[in-house]
């Protein structure tokens, strides 16, 4: 006989595809299937106790949950040709063990590792923030959107102001522009802000030191877009490998091979921002920000230790090299003057 003591939720995190137990007396056969994919089709053969445990289910859906990581997988067990079971299930890209349901997660959550907790910006930086309920078709009703703003004058008087932002709609991952720039009182400067969509809650804190920060947007553990920005420094370490031999009598350099080192320094960061940095340093997709354009990089190093003490101030690095083979950028200046400008002025 053919039964599912543990099956496979409708909804589903990819990091909670751990074990899918089969209870049968004779071998299963199992069909795995993503659209008209076939994944995966094996037969197996029931333990002692009759049990099947298939393990590890997230490594066979992962190629497929990079490209787009909401995505609609179905399966079907057959035992014999009366004894058939099938099933469709929607799963999430999710790299870090969540202690909740899929469905707890996605409704009280945005698609980041910092579960809520503040994240520092500063004016002039772009956030988006995404959000699912964990369906694929379209739904009837929309998720309302709401910025609660936190403003202060030069004579420190405190304006509480909220915005009401577009609404999302309630299927697939939605995105919501909440760059600290979309948030302005005249005469006011902006302390904080806060992102309400249903039970979901972010935080922002606006820094209003004016540093230079160098952006970095990565493909974080649910598979879409966050940013980063480091604001501690950069040092550069080009290495060079020369291939050299004799043409015409002559030694002569004909293979120069350049990797510039670029080690960026975040400055020191909240506890709140910890697993922000841990997300972007094991991210494989990573971009510098650039004023021209995302510009592709590989993350080689990261130093991310820290410990629990009390009065710590932790900063943390990333060494990255340009993902081109062309590994120096050019930085052209900027135009002073526009065309016109009248050069007779004085």
Same mark, same amino acid.
Request: charged share 20%; hydrophobic share 40%; glycine share 4%.
């Given at each position: ?13 990819? !990091? ?42 997230? %490594? ?16 079907? /067990?057959?035992? !014999?040709?009366?004894? $058939? ?24 959550? &945005? =698609? ?7 994240? *520092?910006?500063? =004016? ?13 078709? %379209?739904?009837? $009703? ?8 936190? &403003? ?5 008087? =405190? ?5 009401? /932002? ?5 299927? +697939? ?24 969509? +249903? ?6 804190? *606006?820094? #209003? ?14 598979? *879409? ?33 350049? #990797? ?13 921002? &910890?697993? /922000? ?8 997709? @990573?971009? =510098?920000?650039?004023?021209? +354009? ?26 990255? @090299? ?10 052209? /200046? ?13």
């Amino acid at each position: 006989m053919l039964s599912i003591p543990q099956d496979i939720p409708d909804f589903a995190l990819s !990091s909670q595809l751990d074990n899918f137990l089969i209870s049968a007396d004779r071998p299963v056969t199992l069909l795995l299937e993503q659209g008209d994919t076939v994944i995966l089709q094996e037969t197996y053969t029931p333990d002692a106790n009759n049990l099947i445990r298939i393990l590890d289910l997230f %490594s066979l859906m992962e190629p497929y949950l990079l490209a787009e990581p909401l995505l609609s997988f179905s399966y079907t /067990l057959s035992a !014999s040709e009366e004894e $058939t079971f099938s099933k469709t299930f929607t799963v999430l890209l999710c790299r870090p063990y969540v202690p909740c349901t899929a469905n707890e997660f996605v409704m009280n959550y &945005f =698609l980041s590792t910092l579960a809520g907790r503040n994240k *520092v910006t500063a =004016l002039g930086r772009s956030e988006i923030l995404y959000l699912t309920t964990g369906a694929l078709n %379209s739904g009837e $009703t929309s998720i309302g959107v709401t910025a609660e703003c936190v &403003f202060v004058d030069e004579q420190n008087q =405190l304006l509480y102001f909220t915005y009401e /932002l577009d609404s999302v709609e309630d299927y +697939g991952i939605r995105a919501i522009d909440a760059s600290p720039s979309r948030f302005t009182q005249p005469g006011y400067q902006l302390l904080r802000y806060t992102i309400t969509a +249903g039970a979901r809650q972010q935080t922002f804190l *606006v820094n #209003q030191d004016q540093l230079d920060f160098i952006g970095v947007k990565f493909r974080n553990s649910f598979g *879409v877009a966050e940013t980063i920005s480091f604001a501690g420094g950069e040092s550069v370490e080009p290495e060079l490998t020369r291939n050299a031999s004799y043409f015409s009598g002559q030694y002569k350099t004909y293979y120069v091979d350049e #990797q510039r080192k670029h080690t960026l320094n975040t400055g020191y960061v909240p506890e709140s921002m &910890f697993a /922000l940095v841990d997300d972007v340093a094991r991210a494989t997709e @990573v971009w =510098l920000i650039d004023e021209y +354009g995302d510009i592709p990089i590989t993350v080689l190093e990261s130093e991310t230790k820290r410990d629990d003490a009390l009065d710590g101030m932790f900063s943390f690095t990333i060494t990255y @090299v340009l993902a081109s083979r062309c590994q120096q950028r050019l930085r052209l /200046l900027p135009a002073i003057f526009d065309d016109t400008f009248d050069d007779t002025y004085n």
